[in-house]
């Protein structure tokens, strides 16, 4: 099938219209109105919320943190886990208050849980107060969504699910200057059987190649030093668009681009990375030395239920290659405790993983059911009580790890990027190895968008701690 047709020119630039007849609007009424925007789940949601807030600062709203000053709430929200629903239906519902006490206030809901039938049907019933309703397919056309209510209220619901064709040409507002997300495509091919990626966001689709590298160049031209490509499985990356270029090409012709910058890219599915990825990455200089590649699970039987694609073995030979290639390079992925029919002793095969492959850092997870996907209705073996205690024991190992691996960067320098403000006085400033480990430091403020090298003088499970390095030590 050849690739879908972008969201034409002409009906983005409809969009861009209706964002400046809102505006003069406001500026007529005298009000400088102010939006919230709330993102829950991943980094593609943190780009999609780019483009929300792009839209609304077109419109002439500035921003708050408060949602009770808000004139406009938007919710950005996160299906893959029960707990990450739960939370947001929490705060949603809170909102009750927030609007009966400025019953102009529009609140707006979107991502990938409006993308679940059963959630849009809960939120038509019995959340009123929520006025706008559009999953990831019709973010393109939220200014046409915000001006409908705005004109006449009433309630919009624009859920139109399937595979929404890719729009370029939205504003942004980019939360860092310094480190920007890029997507290079959108949807999951994969459907691992416990996940509601695939259902709630299309097929793979991914951006033309001239899109890309036109966004990165103007992101450099701005200052950008790290540039995050993003995906759900970027190694896919190309497939669909049946015109030769595929992630390492993509990879290459970036780092080709002039500018002393970093690329880091998430997720990878290890099925796909391949051994070109991995020459990809060790020819250039600008690709970070980190490579988020989850396994989920370390036990076979286990993986051909969650329908991953490849055995423990099959990812040990893949970490292998890469750190043939890269023996530097910093590993980290996500896990599954507690998958339907996983019994404890499939479950040590994932700590056998881990304490093989020494990962710097893991984000774990308890299995939660997601209905509609087909691992929702096979039954447990474990008790609720025993899946804790499993996930307790790796959360043990891999901090335990990761406090050697930690410990063992102790008086090295690395190159790192001072990145922003840190928390506390002492740590006034934070900064990221290039293989994206954090390193708290005390310094003057104006290294923020500087590269240094980094003596690291302490290490917790969690973080580094380091000093400017003196002339001569880095390496
Ligand atoms: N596309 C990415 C992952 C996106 S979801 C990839 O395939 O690597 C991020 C992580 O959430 C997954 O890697 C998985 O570990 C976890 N996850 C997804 N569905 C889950 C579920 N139903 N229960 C628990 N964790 C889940
Ligand atoms: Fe979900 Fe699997 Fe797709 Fe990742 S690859 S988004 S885990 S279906
Ligand atoms: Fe969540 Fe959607 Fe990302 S379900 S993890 S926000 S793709």
Redesign the pocket.
């Known amino acids: 099938m050849p690739p879908k047709p972008p969201i034409s020119a002409e009906n983005i630039a409809r969009q861009l219209d209706i964002c400046a007849q809102i505006a003069e609007e406001n500026a007529a009424a005298h009000r400088a109105p102010l939006a919230f925007v709330d993102t ?3 980094q ?2 943190e780009a999609d919320s780019e483009r929300i807030r792009g839209y609304l600062r077109a419109m002439g709203y500035a921003f708050t943190d408060a949602e009770k000053d808000a004139d406009v709430i938007v919710i950005n ?4 886990r029960a707990h ?1 629903e739960d939370r947001v239906l929490g705060n949603v519902g809170a909102l009750v208050h927030t609007k009966a006490k400025k019953p102009s206030q529009i609140i707006c809901l979107c ?3 409006m993308g679940e039938d059963v959630v849009v049907e809960k939120v038509r019933a019995s959340y009123r107060h929520v006025d706008i309703v559009f999953d990831t397919h019709a973010l393109w056309r939220f200014p046409e969504l915000l001006q409908r209510v705005l004109h006449r209220r009433g309630r919009v619901f624009d859920t139109p699910g399937g595979d929404g064709a890719i729009a370029e040409g939205i504003p942004l507002v980019r939360q860092n200057a310094l480190k920007s997300w890029v997507s290079v495509m959108y949807g999951c091919n994969n459907f691992c059987s416990y996940c ?2 695939p259902y ?2 299309g097929r793979e689709r991914s951006r033309a190649p001239e899109d890309i590298l036109d966004e990165v160049k103007a992101l450099l031209a701005n200052g950008c030093k790290e540039v995050n490509l993003l995906g ?1 499985n970027v190694n896919s990356y190309g497939k669909d668009l049946q015109n030769g270029w595929n992630f390492p090409r993509l990879l290459r012709e970036i780092c080709a681009l002039p500018g002393d910058f970093l690329v880091r890219f998430m997720t990878s599915h290890p099925k796909d990375a391949s051994e070109e990825l991995f020459d990809a990455m060790a020819a250039s200089p600008k690709i970070a030395h980190h490579l988020h590649l989850p396994f989920q699970c370390g036990n076979d039987r286990v993986l051909k239920a969650m329908n991953r694609g490849y055995t423990a073995a099959q990812y040990l030979e893949k970490v292998a290659a890469l750190r043939a290639r890269i023996p530097d390079i910093v590993l980290t992925s996500d896990v599954i405790v507690g998958f339907p029919g996983e019994t404890t002793e499939e479950f040590e095969d994932t700590l056998k993983l881990i304490e093989a492959v020494r990962f710097d850092a893991l984000f774990t997870f308890i299995y939660s059911p997601r209905p509609g996907t087909p691992a929702a209705t096979w039954p447990d073996v474990l008790s609720p009580e025993e899946k804790q205690a499993n996930f307790q024991r790796l959360v043990d190992a891999q901090n335990q790890i990761s406090k050697e691996i930690h410990e063992g960067y102790v008086g090295k320098t690395f190159r790192c990027l001072v990145d922003g403000k840190g928390q506390d006085k002492r740590n006034n400033l934070t900064a990221r190895t290039n293989s994206g480990r954090l390193v708290h430091l005390t310094g003057d403020e104006a290294l923020i968008g500087t590269y240094q090298d980094l003596t690291i003088t302490a290490a917790t499970t969690w973080a580094l701690f380091g000093e400017v390095a003196k002339a001569g030590e880095a390496g």
């Open positions: 829950y789940g991943c593609q949601n929200t996160c299906a893959v990450a991502g990938c849980m509601i990626v709630v966001r759900q």
